[in-house]
């Protein structure tokens, strides 16, 4: 069986312990952090497959900061980042896909949505 590792990155543990519950199984570790510098650190340690961007975080880096930090990284670059956020204008998109995101889903999300899509990107 093939681990696969989702990094699950929001300020709000609510966020990150429903995203966690919506994507959990048996072949799936969950990793979490609250904070893009945390994201960061995490992401260089375990090199996910997945990263759960949010883009609005506390502290002196948001979600894209941290996107194009993991993107620009040898170790990390092959991770696929998905945007998870409220900020669902085109214009916000955008900035998301230039940042390095590899796709973009907008809160508040439907669970049976984001595990569709996760299973598209794994599949």
């Known amino acids: 069986m093939l681990l696969r590792k989702i990094l699950v ?4 543990e609510a966020i990150r312990d429903l995203v966690e519950k919506t994507l959990r199984r048996t072949d799936r570790i969950i990793l ?10 995490v992401a260089t340690a375990e090199i996910p497959d997945l990263i759960m961007m949010d883009i609005m975080m506390p502290g002196k880096m948001d979600g894209l900061d941290a996107a194009r930090i993991i993107k620009n990284n040898e170790l990390t670059r092959g991770c696929t980042i998905l945007i998870l956020t409220a900020k669902d204008r085109a214009a916000d998109r955008e900035e998301g896909l230039r940042a390095g995101a590899d796709g973009y889903f907008a809160k508040p999300f439907s669970p049976l949505e984001l595990m ?6 794994f599949d």
């Open 9 to 12: 990155v929001d300020d709000e």
């Open 116 to 121: 569709r899509k996760v299973d598209e990107i």
């Open 32 to 41: 979490k952090a609250g904070t893009a510098e945390q994201a960061i650190e």
